[in-house]
């Protein structure tokens, strides 16, 4: 008998951790209305690293109402919902890093199992603020929303190294930062070079002039020397 009640218990403490597990990572996704219809939008994988592969992630789900006109309140108090299909025929993802400003567009994909569900996957290189802008058409409506990462929102991309233990390992960008750092450098140091190659080459030039001159002046002393 007491061991059912700590299974039973146990059990219990299981299913809320993964309630509230579940209801931390939707709190990671923006929701917004659009025409009937929930937008729910993020990072696929939250919190989100550089340099790991993740996605672009919109999931767009109609609310139904009750015959009686009254809505049956769901998760986020909205109607019981269905998915919106075929999405990824009409619709793509402008995605920006904004702290740079540099932005691509991608395509969406659906995802398998998950109806209702897209992803534009990325490997995101450079941690900070990001920005999704969803444009196309959803069920003919046209459709030009933008979302930014941010408190409230959804997760900024975070950098490796706040996860990185034992030993803190330079990303290939910053690896690639410190070799452009040393080639510049190097170039310098080449132009340096040449600048004092070029000065020394004119000062032997001149310095041959002015012997060859020297020379010349000897030469014509003699002579009228000679002469007288």
Do not use: C, W
């Not at 007491?2 to 923006?30: D, F, P, Q, W």
Request: aromatic letters at 6%.
């Amino acid at each position: 008998m007491h061991i059912r009640i700590r299974l039973l218990t146990l059990l219990s403490v299981v299913i809320t951790g993964l309630v509230l597990a579940s209801a931390t990572v939707a709190s990671a996704h923006e929701h917004r209305e659009f025409h009937g219809m929930e937008l729910t939008v993020g990072f696929g994988s939250e919190p989100a690293y550089e340099a790991f592969q993740n996605a672009a992630e919109i999931r767009v789900m109609r609310n139904a109402e009750k015959a009686h006109g009254e809505a049956a309140k769901g998760e986020h108090g909205h109607g019981e919902q269905t998915p919106v299909l075929g999405l990824e025929k009409t619709i793509q993802v402008e995605v920006t890093h904004v702290g740079t400003g540099i932005a691509t567009t991608l395509p969406v994909r659906r995802v398998f199992g998950q109806p209702g569900l897209y992803r534009a996957h990325l490997v995101p290189t450079a941690s900070g603020q990001y920005r999704f802008r969803f444009f196309g058409t959803i069920e003919g409506k046209p459709i030009n929303e933008t979302f930014e990462s941010g408190p409230g929102r959804f997760n900024d991309i975070e950098p490796q190294a706040s996860i990185q233990f034992p030993v803190k390992v330079s990303t290939e960008r910053e690896l690639e930062g410190v070799v452009r750092s040393a080639a510049s450098n190097a170039d310098e140091a080449g132009a340096s070079a040449a600048s004092a190659l070029d000065r020394a080459t004119m000062a032997l030039a001149v310095g041959v002039v002015g012997i060859a001159l020297g020379t010349t002046g000897l030469v014509l002393a003699f002579s009228k020397r000679k002469k007288a």
